[in-house]
């Protein structure tokens, strides 16, 4: 599985420590705990870490410093900068089976896909994951989740797949080792071929912790523990999914509360709303975020607030799919983790992490009135808000000294963004284009271009990757 570019992107492009790198002239949201703005200010990246931030031009010892001292210098006039944006919640491939059962129900939207993922492989998972990652990186994106739980018999490692895809790509990565085990013979949404037995999943989630999980300041890879949702995991493998993730001290993630048919579906199987279905299975704690959550009593928002329990928010999926909105005004008053998620390519159909922001915006408004939700509020729950999530508040979210050097510039100057008066508007409001990407220091997109890969061989491959899962359901039926 084609790896020609992954040497070229460890050796030539990461940013080694001494490696200055200087922006200046720019705006700069922070995003940090008091939302402090540089309306003309200077970032300065040492490796892979944030060295300096802040206003006015760039003072010693920065200023002056010669290119020949391996001092790189942009100048950021008519830029906006901001954490490079962290998507709590995705799976990747997904890229590859978009268009399908777009007028129906998360439950009849899924029941028409469950036979088309039956056809996966490691050889899409790859294709899809590359496209996906891709497009997420020229959105802004520069730490996304994926949340992944169909592994058809005989697909190879998809997990290894889409590792590679991200290292490739240059994103920082948190797989989640997704997993159904709830067949429809036994009561479940999801056909018996595409689900796998309990004893299987814990043992291939525990060899994954420990093949890939790196828990370290500035990692690029963590694994996550993420049985898919009520309606297809049952009880015994959400409680033991629970107890490996804490022995091995990894994070929780699933699916919860998305549509009124789960809370359907949990009262007549569980006689439990899905939040409390899920308190009762060790499943709030500040090691857990969880996908929607639009569904939620006014008890539960208290309960997710008490215990630290974050919200994967997906307003463009659940807008797909008619499922509802979120009360993320009432979570974030109440002090809960909230942050933003693209959710699968297939129910969000454009997948571009910055979207979302203008999204979550106007859902909020849409639901609670005009002051339900702030540009400013959107960014936090785009950086910190999903940091917080993925429990990397102090690493990444925030444009801060001494965090990771995970940078967006934006184009606020060109014509979509031309004559806003604010350029947190232009970015939440407006339609700005992304100038450059940086992770961990090392350029991604500069110029608005992919820098990692070829985006025309990307969206060919993955062109290739949906015909053949097409032609393979298909010759199944
Ligand atoms: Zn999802």
Known sequence: MRNS????????????????????????ATADAAG?????????????????????????PYAGTAR??????????????TPGLVNTHHHLYQWITRGYATDDT??????????????????????????????????????????HYVFPAGGGDLLAAEILAAREIGLRFHPCRGSMNLGQSAGGLPPDTVI???????????????????????????????????????????????????????????HLAETADEEEFCQATYGRTPAQYAEDLGWLGPDVWLAHCVHLSGEAVERFAATGTGVAHCPTSNGRLGSGIAPVRALLRAGAPVGLGVDGAASNESGAMLDELHQSLLAARYRDGPLALSARQALHLATMGGAACL????????????????VALWDVG????????????????????????????????????????????????????????????????
């Open 36 to 60: 402090t703005e540089h309306p003309t200010g200077y970032l300065v990246l040492d490796g892979d870490r944030i060295a300096a931030v802040g206003a006015g031009p760039v003072p010693p």
């Open 68 to 81: 020949d001292a391996g001092t790189e210098r942009i100048d950021g006039r008519g830029l906006l900068a």
């Open 106 to 147: 998360l439950f009849g939207w899924l029941a028409a896909l469950y036979p088309v993922w039956a056809g996966l492989d490691a050889d899409l998972v790859y294709a899809a994951a590359a496209a996906n990652l891709g497009w997420l990186a020229l959105t802004g994106c520069s730490t996304s989740t994926d949340h």
């Open 196 to 254: 796998e037995e309990h004893d299987e999943i814990l043992a291939a989630t525990e060899a994954a912790i420990s093949q890939w999980h790196d828990p370290s300041f500035g990692s690029m890879l963590r694994i996550a523990v993420a049985p898919c949702s009520p309606f297809s995991v049952t009880a015994e493998l959400m409680r033991d999914s629970a107890a490996l993730a804490r022995r091995a001290g990894v994070r929780l993630h699933t």
């Open 414 to 477: 060109g014509l979509p963004g031309s004559g806003i008066a604010d350029p947190l508007c232009t970015l939440v409001f407006g339609a700005p284009a992304l100038d450059r990407l940086f992770v961990g220091g090392a350029p991604v997109v500069s110029g608005g271009q992919l820098r990692t890969a070829d985006a025309g061989e990307l969206a060919a491959a993955a062109g290739r990757a949906s015909a053949l899962i097409a032609g393979r359901v298909q010759v199944r039926s």
């Open 391 to 406: 429990g990397r508040a102090a690493e990444i979210g925030s444009l801060e000294a001494g965090k990771l050097a995970d």
């Open 5 to 28: 570019r992954r040497g070229k992107w460890d050796l030539e492009t990461r940013r080694g420590v001494g490696q200055v790198l200087i922006i200046e002239g720019c705006h700069i």
